[in-house]
């Protein structure tokens, strides 16, 4: 190597060493200007979240949530109340998988748990990225004493306690009362605003849901500070949660079990009794029924599930509130109609017949030969059809519809189950025309069998059984529709707002009761008093009716007592119940009336 070669290698190795130092400062100067910049962003920019974060590790939010409101009878007797339901939770974050090993198996060892069923609720919290997985549900207060014994050898699982409801009386009045049900993450999205937590309940249908806000309280709770093991070092700050308002219904709970008995050996049906005064309702109970156990179970069968979410019998579907063929029990509309309009008078008399034609249609007597000639009271007595044909063909479809809309149908009644009631239907010419909810407009004209079918409660006629319990008052009250309610809470019911004077003639008025009397003294409604000497003065109708959708006949009997000044309407019915009102419907409103004549003795 030549001596130029030398001296430039020399003069590099100087130069490179003469600035070492400046590239070991630069290579500081940036490693603290990250820092610098790093130290910046989390306690300037960013000191907020990560004194957040820092909190959240030594701080533990202890959530205790408020007790639901109990609903009460009227004499303050307990219909739904709650207890405890103990959940056995894992914190996954604070086991690992080998772990969790050992203490399934001691978990199954000591609770009698099998290990299969905690691997399979283990499996899916993990799927779910779950951040406390429910290992088992309802444990018994046995398990968690033995729990509690051994919690110390149990780190990352816990004992969770919550507040479920509890039903004394098991499914009475189920579709009333409603259910509660884990809030979803969705509601928790939109509700989480108003106080509720994830693991919240809420009212899901009936009364539970129309008074929800009353019922639920406020979520309180204790503030801990713990250790970095998870320890509890100190609490600082308790806030005790707000219980939930009892409810105080209109249900009477001797006449409600009164209701289920009288229904008990029925297939389906319902019953409700109310005061015609002030639209209070005594009882109100539908068959089939369903347990609202079932949503508090923590895993039901599957066929505890089919049979209450896919049976062909609707369990979750209020009789009471959905609409059927009313028969006979109609026949108030009828004379209704044929009075207001002034085309059939109080007084008018008509000869009945073996059967009237209709369009292509003979429409028979009950009795297949005719009654002669009669007069309303008699008519609503032996339950005249061919009677009825004539007032109500006579008087017109929309006289019909104008009486019907004065009793309440074709409306809602203004109960507080919104949700479950159906509107129910009264057909009428305009209703035709414009397609009968199903068809085109124009394309399905209203027919003479129409309206005869629709004079004896038939085919284009639906109604609910608190509708027409609605209708009856009005005839028990001396001429007031009042509006039906499960609580009376605050609310005047006596007020115009809820209690309107029906715009009918006190001739009209008078001379329906007076038939309805008559059923019982001495027409299809005699039974009514059978077993019952001191029962007071009754009036109501029998009916029976086809079902339109293809099924067996309904039974149904309507009837109010005392006579004269009424402070009970009953209104029966028979699902598919072949062989008429007064066999199988007026018995069920007996037993209703002897409950209510006992409860009126012991006052």
Known sequence: MSLKNKSFQFQNTKIRLINQPGVLFFIILIFFTSIVGRLFWM???NGSYYRKLSDENRIRLISKAPIRGRLLDRNKKVLVDNRFLYSLVLQPRLVNSKRWLILRDRLSSLLNISPDSLELAYTKGLTKKDLRIVLARDITHENVLRFKEQE?????VQINEELVRYYPFNSLASHSFGYTQLITRNEYKRLSEKGYELNDRIGRSGLEAAFESHL????????LEVDSTGVVQSSLGFKLPKAGKDLVLTIDLRLQLAAERALKDKTGGAIVALDPRTGAIRAIASKPTFDPDFFVKPSPSKKEYDQLFLSDELPLMSRALNAYDPGSTWKIVTGMAGMETGKFPPNIELETAKCIQYGG???????????GILGYEDAYRISSNTFFYQVGVGSGSIALYDAARKLGFDEFTGIELLLEETKGLVGNELWAKQGRGWGKPGETPWLPEDIASASIGQSVVQVTPLQLARAYAVFANQGYLITPHLVDGDVDWMATEYRQKVDIKKSTLQTIRNGLRQ???RGTGMRINYNLPNLPPVAGKTGTAEDSSGGSDHAWFACFAPYEDSEIVVVAFAQN???GGSVHALPMARQMLEVWQLINADK
């Open 216 to 223: 639920r309280g406020e979520w309180g709770g204790e503030m």
């Open 152 to 156: 110390r050898h149990l780190k990352g």
């Open 43 to 45: 306690q300037i920019l």
């Open 577 to 579: 119940t072949p062989g």
């Open 519 to 521: 059923v019982v003294q």
């Open 361 to 371: 249609h003979c429409f028979p007597e009950h009795n297949k030969k005719g009654f």
